[in-house]
């Protein structure tokens, strides 16, 4: 059984950084991508940042880009999530999820979700 958990959250101020983690377990296969997303009260949920396990492609939403570095460890069986200059509107719980890797980030299928981990951002 695949599982995902993220953490890392926190809260900080606008201008701030934080570091997400991604832990996983349970592949069988390593043809999988990683994807990171945020729900904010209210709104739906938005896929922010992924990466290939296969090629290490990365992908990014014009929200993050620029701010945000997806990387991974996969010693650790870990994702990672670097936010910098962080801003109000990042306010949101982030999930880390799992699908079946695809030639373009954006196909991808996640259908293994982790808890969240919330992020406050201040201003």
């Known amino acids: 059984e695949v599982q995902l958990q993220a953490s890392g959250g926190g809260l900080v101020q606008a201008g701030g950084y934080l570091r997400l983690s991604c832990t996983y377990s349970?592949?069988?296969?390593?043809?999988?991508?990683i994807g990171w997303f945020r729900q904010a009260p209210g709104n739906e949920r938005e896929g922010i940042s992924s990466?290939?396990?296969?090629?290490?492609?990365?992908w990014y939403a014009d929200s993050v880009q620029g701010r945000f570095t997806i990387s991974s460890d996969n010693a650790k069986n870990t994702v990672y999530l670097q936010m910098n200059n962080l801003e109000p509107e990042d306010t949101a719980v982030y999930y880390c999820a799992a699908g079946d890797d695809e030639i373009l980030l954006e196909r991808v299928y996640y259908k293994h979700w982790g808890q969240g981990t919330q992020v406050t951002v201040s201003s």
């Open positions: 349970g592949f069988i296969f390593d043809d999988y991508a």
């Open positions: 990466i290939s396990h296969v090629d290490s492609t990365t």
